[in-house]
């Protein structure tokens, strides 16, 4: 929990509720939120699926991670499907898609 409460707050999420000790964290994201459990066991479930979180500033929040340590996959890019985006995953190896139409 605490890896990760770090690496969503280095990416500007703002924590509501929780914290590192505790059974649910939640972020503000937008009009919604990004809400954290710790596994239940030591094997972490695995799936995959990506978040795309849409941001005013995609190369400002890329800054941001650099700033923070994070890892982005690459720098931001224009995709052909219309978007700005950069991916990084988090601690518990989830995808995220930081993006803004075009």
């Known amino acids: 929990m605490k890896a990760s409460i770090a690496f969503y707050e280095a ?25 954290l459990i710790p596994a239940l066991d030591a094997e972490a479930i695995r799936w995959w699926g990506r978040v795309i979180l849409h941001v005013d500033d995609v190369d ?20 052909e499907w219309g978007e700005r985006y950069f ?10 898609s930081i993006a803004r139409p075009l």
């Open 11 to 35: 990416l500007g999420l703002h924590m509501l509720f929780g914290g590192p000790g505790a059974r649910l964290t939640s972020f503000a994201c937008g009009t919604g939120f990004v809400n």
């Open 60 to 79: 400002a929040v890329y800054e941001r991670a650099l700033g923070a340590g994070l890892s982005p996959e690459s720098p931001p890019l224009d995709a």
């Open 87 to 96: 991916h990084i995953t988090d601690p518990d190896g989830h995808e995220l």
